[in-house]
């Protein structure tokens, strides 16, 4: 993008100079992609500029002046308003800048568009192993699951266990390993927020990564194993096996034949050519900066686009993380009822917010604004970028699971491991995880770390799969082909780096109180 005004997906993204960045045309903005010193000369839209004062990479500077009140504009939206007057080439940020999110909105359908529909292009193939509820995965691992937080690290001891017994099948690639995710909860929780907890475990051991699952419970915990098996998927509960570790003799003893005899169903399981439409992905992003929305997000976007044009399945989730930017979002819901229930998703969730005596704008976090990201709205702009423009094709609950093609809103929070766990429970094998600032967690599927920066990715590649950055200097269409075949690697089997450094947790979203 090297100098050009560039059109994509509705953005006209203009260069105006290297190291300077406007997103659209209508902005009072443009954003640093380097640091900007006291008095450097740059030129945006054919208007020569000065710069104020020194302007951190991903970092705003106004275009124009502002008078208090005055909007600011990126992304061609507004991302908030001016609380002091700000001449062009100053630096626009938190200082000067505050959010005009409110609470609950009426959305009004009389404006959804819809989405026209968009081109699947080449269809490339990746090796994974098709279960037989007809879904496909991208490892073949055995999952041990505690019903509760009292036998979680028994569940590990009986991780350990097992992958030291059967190292050499997982050296050979027969299985691609055993693991325990561990969680607080399970006891001490009462009516929809029990239910969430055992939707989300059930949902976690149908994901078709698990090629085997070994439930084990406690004995006297609120989550009991009946309720749990009973809320699993027909199709599931083949491959589940149960354990109450107060009804076992040797717990431990028990639950290492219960894993070795799904260890050895697993093991039968070969690698076979899949479409893309075969894959279900999470979106997500998480130490996001002012780079994220420029690079890393509309890179997912694009790779959304196509995979929900072959009839796969994106999953966009972090609900507070679309506040001030859901509109453009709902404008593209694919029928009225669609629309309202992603409608009435925001509002309960803005009402989730208020109910706590909470504004809904209470984000970026300090490590955002630390980025460049100024307000709720700025952030909201960037993150719905990793669904591209596909259709939104249906709306799910916490603990739901996709079970059609095209782009799926999810009931979450921002929280990185809550919101990660919910879309592997959703059926995500792959998620695609943009940051701007960096973590090393990864998360019970493989976590494909994006940075949206090319600093991030040189100081951290044992946390970081993809640079995105690439973007900026070879273009959309030769970071793309790099990144889907990265891609289409890590989902036949190559290790993420998360993988690499046994980076695997999962959280639940605790709503309720305890007892």
């Known amino acids: 993008m090297k100098g050009v005004c560039w059109e994509s997906r509705g953005l006209s993204v203009v260069v105006a100079m290297p190291g300077v960045l406007r997103v659209h045309t209508l902005d009072s903005v443009a954003v640093a992609l380097r640091p900007l010193l006291t008095g450097a000369a740059v030129a945006v839209g054919g208007v020569a500029l000065t710069i104020e004062e020194d302007i951190p990479q991903g970092h705003k500077f106004a275009t124009r002046a502002h008078a208090v009140g005055d909007r600011i504009v990126k992304y061609g939206l507004p991302i908030g308003v001016a609380t002091q007057g700000i001449r062009a080439g100053e630096h626009v940020h938190v200082h000067n800048v505050k959010t005009a999110l409110d609470g609950e909105q009426v959305y009004s359908a009389e404006t959804a568009r819809g989405a026209a529909a968009l081109e699947a292009g080449d269809a490339p193939i990746w090796r994974g192993y098709r279960r037989a509820d007809g879904r496909a995965a991208t ?6 699951l505690p019903t509760v937080g009292c036998v979680g690290r028994t569940a590990e001891q009986v991780a350990r266990a097992a992958e030291a017994r059967h190292a050499g099948l997982i050296a050979e690639g027969c299985i691609d390993g055993i693991h325990a995710f561990i969680h607080p909860h399970g006891c001490s929780q009462l009516g929809d927020d029990l239910d969430a907890t055992r939707a989300l475990l059930a949902g976690l051991a149908a994901n078709p990564n698990a090629a085997g699952v070994l439930l084990l419970g406690l004995g006297c915990e609120s989550n009991q194993l009946s309720a749990l098996l ?25 639950a290492a034949t219960l894993v070795d005899e799904l260890v050895e169903l697993a093991a039968s399981v070969r690698r076979e050519d899949l479409p893309l439409s075969a894959l279900t992905v999470g979106l ?12 890393a997000n509309p890179l997912l976007g694009r790779f959304s686009e196509r995979l929900a044009a072959s009839g796969g399945t994106p999953i966009l989730t972090e609900i507070p993380e679309i506040f001030g930017a859901e509109q453009a979002l709902l404008n593209r819901a694919v029928d009225a009822p669609t629309f309202a229930s992603a409608a009435a998703l925001v509002n309960r969730f803005k009402r989730y917010y208020l109910d706590q005596g909470l504004p809904v704008s209470e984000n970026p976090s300090p490590g955002n604004i630390a980025g460049g990201i100024t307000t709720l709205e700025e952030k909201s702009a960037g993150a719905v970028q990793k669904a591209g423009t596909a259709p939104l094709a249906s709306v799910l609950d916490y603990g739901d699971q996709a079970m059609g093609p095209g782009l799926a809103l999810l009931e979450a929070p921002g929280n990185d491991a809550v919101s990660s766990t919910a879309l592997a429970a959703a059926g995500a094998t792959l998620l695609l995880f943009t940051t701007g600032r960096g973590t090393p967690l990864g998360f019970p599927v493989p976590t494909v770390k994006v940075a949206s920066n090319r600093a991030l990715a040189l100081a951290k590649p044992h946390w970081i799969d993809f640079d995105a950055s690439r973007v900026l200097d070879e273009g959309e269409v030769a970071a793309d082909a790099a990144f889907l075949e990265t891609l289409i690697a890590i989902a036949s089997g190559r290790k ?15 709503k309720g109180v305890t007892l």
Do not use: F, H
């Open 496 to 510: 993420t780096a998360a993988e690499r450094s046994d980076q695997r947790e999962m959280a639940i979203w605790k």
């Open 139 to 144: 490892r073949n691992e055995i999952w041990i």
């Open 284 to 295: 997500k992003c998480g130490g996001s900066d002012g780079l994220s929305g420029l690079t």
């Open 230 to 254: 009973a809320a699993l998927p027909q199709a599931a509960r083949s491959k589940v096996r149960t354990l109450s570790s107060q009804s076992a003799g040797d717990e431990l003893a028990e």
